[in-house]
C-alpha cells in the first residue's frame, strides 16, 4: 500500500446529492498492484469506534458480576495474568456469555440490515417478521414435548427458524421473490406462529412454562462454550457470504429495475441473501432466543451515524448511501452487549434477561421511528 | 345480475346466513365432551329442570355460546369498519395490534394494580384499545400509507406489546399461571355474569358501527370526495374509532385477543354484497359469529376430550386467508 489519492467525491448512488452537502469524503487507496479500493472517511471512523465502544463494553461487561473486576484486571486475566480465580471466572464463566453476545448481536445486525434492504422498509426486520415467533414454537414444543436440555431446546429453534424461512420463502414465491410480498407472507405467518407459542404455553405446566417465558425473552444468561462455538461457525461462514453480497444490495435499494440495468441478478441475489440472513437469524436465536429489536434498530442507527444530518431517514425514496452490512453489525454487537450490562446493573445480576431491557428501548426506538418515518411520509 | 335484482338477493342472503347461524348456534350448545341431543338442548333452554345435561347447558355451554355469538359479532364489525376507515384490505384487530393492546392494558392491571374482576379491567382494555387505534390511524390516515406499511406497523407494535406482557409474566409468576390461557383467546371461562356484563358495551359499539355505514361509504371514496358528498369526516372518524374501541376493547377484556375474524369475515362478505358497507356490516355481523363459533366447535371436536381455544382456531385458519389476499394480483385494492 503506497499512494493515497484523494479521489474527490462519492461515486454511486446518491453522489450528486453528497457532493452538494460537501459533508461525505471519500478517498481511494490504491497500491502499486494495481488494486484500489474505496474508502469511506466516516463510514470507516464510526465502525472503529463501534467496534471500540464493543470491546470496551465486552471487558466492562466480563468485570461485572458477584464478584467485580477491573478492566485492568479483566485485560490481565484475558491475556494470561491474575490469578487462578480470575483466570476461571473469566474465560470459563463469563468469557463465552460476552462471546455470544457479540456474536449475536453481530449476527441480528447483519441480518437484520439485509432484511430491511430487501423489503425495502425500515421495519421489515426479522423479528417483526415470523422468524422469532418460528423459532420460539420449535424452542417450546422441545421444551413441552421432549423436556428436552439446553442443547435439545437450540437445535429446535433452529429447526423452527429455518422451516418458518422456507414455508414463508415458498408461500411468497409468485414468478420471483418480492420485498412486499415477502414481508406481508411473514407478518401472516407470524400471528399464525404466535398462536402455536401460545397453544404450547397452554400445553406446559407451570415449571416449563416460565422456562419457555425467559427463553421467548432472550437472555444471555449461564451460556458457555457449547454454545459459542456453533454459532461462531455459522457466522464464520455467512457474514462473509453477506458482505461479499453488499454490493448488489446497495444496488437493490435503488428498485428492481434498476439494479437489473446495472447487471444485478435481482431474484438470485434476494434469495440466496434471505436464506443465508434467515440461517444467521436461527441460529443467533437458537444460542441467546429470540431478542427482541435489535435485528430492527441496529441497521437504523448505524445509517444515522454514517448520513449527513439532512438525509437521515430510512424508508424507499431518500438518496441513501446503502446499507452497510459490517457497521450494522458492530452496531448489533455494541447494542447487545451494552444492554446486557446495563440490565445487570440496574436490576442485578441475573435478574432480568437482557432481552426485557432491548424490547422496552427498542419498543420506545421503534414508536419513535414511527412518528418520524410518518412525518416524512414513508410509512 | 341486473342492479334490480341484487338487492333481493343481498335480503335472501341475510336471511340464509341468520339460518346458519342458528344452525351453528345449537352445534355450539350440543357439541363438547358430553354431546347432547338436540331435544335435550331446546329442554335445557328453555325449560330448565336442574338435571346434569341442564345444568351443563346452563352454567357452561349457554353462557359460552352467547359470549361466542357477541364477540364474533363484536370483532367481525370492528374489522369492517377498520377496513372502511383506514381504506385497507388488510386491517383487522388482531394485524393492526388493537387486541395486543388492550391485553397489555389487561395485564397491566392484573399484574401492577391487582384487577382480577372483568368489570375492573374492562376499563383497562378500553384505554389500551384506544391508544393502539390512534396510534394505527395517525398512522394509516396519512396519505399515501400503503397497506403493507400499515400492516408493518401494526406488526411491530404487537411485537412491542407481546414483549411487554412476556416482561410482566416473566416477573410476576402468579399473574402468567393466570394470564398464559387468557392471553390465548378462548371462550371456555365464559360465565353468564361475564356476558350480562360486556354485552352492553358491545351493543353500543355495535349500533354506533351500523349507524356510520353510510359516511364510510362516503370515505370509500376518498377524502376529498366525501367531503363533496356532504360526510362529516372528523365525526365519522371519531365515531368510527369509538365504536371500534368499544368492540376490541370489550371483546379483548372477555375472551383475550382474537386475531383474524375481523379480517376474513368481511373479504367474505364483500364477494356477496359488493362494496357497500350499508349491506356489509349487517352480513359481518351475523357471519362473523359463526365463523368464531364454528371455530369454537372445531376446536372441542379436533382434541377432544380436550379443547383447541378458539384464538388459536382462528388463527391458524385465517393465517392461510391472508396470505391469499396477499398474493392476489390486485391487493393494494380494497
Known amino acids: 500500500m503506497s499512494a493515497t489519492v484523494k479521489s474527490g467525491e462519492a461515486v454511486g448512488p446518491g453522489a450528486g446529492k453528497t457532493r452538494a452537502t460537501g459533508a461525505r469524503r471519500v478517498r481511494a487507496i490504491r497500491t502499486k498492484g494495481g488494486l484500489s479500493v474505496r474508502l469511506d472517511v466516516r463510514a470507516t471512523a464510526v465502525g472503529l469506534l463501534l467496534l471500540a465502544v464493543a470491546l470496551a463494553a465486552a471487558v466492562a461487561l466480563i468485570g461485572s458480576g458477584d464478584y467485580p473486576m477491573t478492566p485492568a484486571e479483566v485485560l490481565a486475566a484475558l491475556t494470561g495474568g491474575g490469578d487462578a480465580g480470575q483466570q476461571y471466572i473469566v474465560h470459563d464463566l463469563r468469557l463465552p456469555r460476552v462471546l455470544v453476545g457479540l456474536l449475536v448481536g453481530v449476527a441480528f445486525g447483519v441480518s437484520g440490515a439485509v432484511f430491511q434492504t430487501v423489503s425495502r422498509n425500515p421495519l421489515g426486520s426479522p423479528d417483526v417478521l415470523g422468524f422469532a415467533q418460528g423459532s420460539s414454537v420449535g424452542a417450546l414444543a422441545a421444551i413441552v414435548y421432549f423436556q428436552a436440555d439446553a442443547f435439545g431446546v437450540a437445535a429446535g429453534a433452529v429447526a423452527g427458524g429455518v422451516g418458518t424461512g422456507l414455508a414463508i420463502f415458498l408461500l411468497a414465491w409468485k414468478r420471483g421473490i418480492h420485498g412486499y410480498r415477502f414481508v406481508l407472507v411473514g407478518i401472516g405467518a407470524s400471528a399464525m406462529l404466535y398462536a402455536m407459542v401460545l397453544f404450547l404455553m397452554t400445553k406446559a405446566n407451570i415449571v416449563e412454562a416460565t422456562r419457555a417465558t425467559t427463553w421467548m425473552t432472550g437472555s444471555l444468561n449461564g451460556r458457555d462454550w457449547d454454545q459459542v462455538q456453533p454459532l461462531a461457525a455459522v457466522c464464520a461462514v455467512l457474514v462473509p457470504l453477506l458482505l461479499f453480497f453488499g454490493r448488489p444490495l446497495r444496488m437493490l435499494e435503488m428498485g428492481d429495475d434498476a439494479a437489473s440495468a446495472l447487471g444485478v441478478r435481482v431474484d438470485r441475489v434476494r434469495v440466496v441473501v434471505l436464506l443465508a440472513a434467515v440461517v444467521l437469524v436461527a441460529a443467533a436465536t437458537a444460542a441467546a432466543g429470540p431478542i427482541s429489536f435489535v435485528a430492527l434498530t441496529a441497521p437504523q442507527l448505524a445509517r444515522r451515524l454514517t448520513l449527513p444530518r439532512r438525509l437521515r431517514g430510512g424508508g424507499g425514496s431518500a438518496p441513501m448511501p446503502g446499507p452497510n452490512l459490517v457497521l450494522s453489525g458492530l452496531m448489533g454487537a455494541v447494542l447487545l452487549v451494552a444492554a446486557d450490562w446495563a440490565s445487570q446493573r440496574l436490576f442485578g445480576a441475573d435478574q432480568l434477561p437482557v432481552g426485557v431491557l432491548t424490547g422496552v428501548l427498542g419498543g420506545g426506538y421503534l414508536l419513535w421511528l414511527l412518528a418520524t418515518e410518518r412525518k416524512a411520509g414513508r410509512v | ?334
Open chain 2, 1 to 334: 345480475m341486473t342492479p334490480r335484482r341484487r338487492p333481493l338477493l343481498r335480503s335472501a342472503g341475510l336471511v340464509v346466513s341468520v339460518a346458519v347461524l342458528a344452525v351453528i348456534v345449537v352445534l355450539g350448545i350440543a357439541v363438547g365432551a358430553k354431546q347432547i341431543p338436540l331435544d335435550q338442548v331446546w329442554h335445557g333452554v328453555f325449560h330448565y329442570s336442574g338435571s346434569d345435561t341442564d345444568v351443563v347447558i346452563r352454567d357452561v355451554r349457554f353462557p359460552r355460546t352467547l359470549l361466542g355469538l357477541l364477540v364474533g359479532a363484536a370483532l367481525g364489525l370492528a374489522g369492517t369498519v377498520m377496513q372502511g376507515l383506514t381504506r385497507n384490505p388488510l386491517a383487522d384487530p388482531g394485524v393492526l395490534g388493537i387486541n395486543a393492546g388492550a391485553s397489555a392494558a389487561v395485564v397491566t392491571a392484573v399484574s401492577f394494580f391487582g384487577v382480577t374482576s372483568l368489570t375492573g379491567y374492562v376499563w383497562f382494555a378500553f384505554a389500551g384499545a384506544a391508544v393502539v387505534n390512534v396510534a394505527v390511524y395517525v398512522l394509516g390516515g396519512t396519505r399515501g400509507a400503503t397497506p403493507v406499511r400499515l400492516a408493518l406497523a401494526g406488526t411491530a407494535l404487537t411485537a412491542v406489546l407481546i414483549g411487554y406482557i412476556n416482561a410482566v409474566n416473566l416477573m410476576d409468576t402468579a399473574a402468567l399461571d393466570k394470564m398464559r390461557f387468557w392471553t390465548v383467546g378462548s371462550l371456555a371461562s365464559a360465565t353468564l355474569p361475564t356476558v350480562t356484563a360486556i354485552a352492553p358495551f358491545l351493543a353500543v359499539g355495535g349500533v354506533l358501527a351500523l349507524l356510520i355505514a353510510r359516511p364510510l361509504n362516503a370515505i370509500a371514496l376518498g377524502d376529498d370526495q366525501a367531503r363533496a358528498l356532504g360526510a362529516r369526516l372528523t365525526r365519522t372518524r371519531v365515531l368510527a374509532m369509538l365504536a371500534v374501541t368499544l368492540l376490541c376493547g370489550g371483546a379483548t377484556a372477555a375472551c383475550g385477543p382474537i386475531v383474524y375474524v375481523g379480517l376474513m369475515v368481511p373479504h367474505a362478505v364483500r364477494a356477496v354484497t359488493g362494496p357497500d358497507m350499508r349491506w356489509i356490516l349487517p352480513y359481518s355481523a351475523v357471519l362473523s359469529p359463526v365463523l368464531l363459533l364454528g371455530a369454537d366447535v372445531l376446536g372441542r371436536v379436533v382434541a377432544r376430550p380436550g379443547e383447541l381455544q378458539v384464538g388459536i382456531v382462528t388463527a391458524v385458519l385465517g393465517g392461510p386467508v391472508f396470505i391469499y389476499l396477499v398474493r392476489r394480483r390486485r391487493m393494494a385494492q380494497l
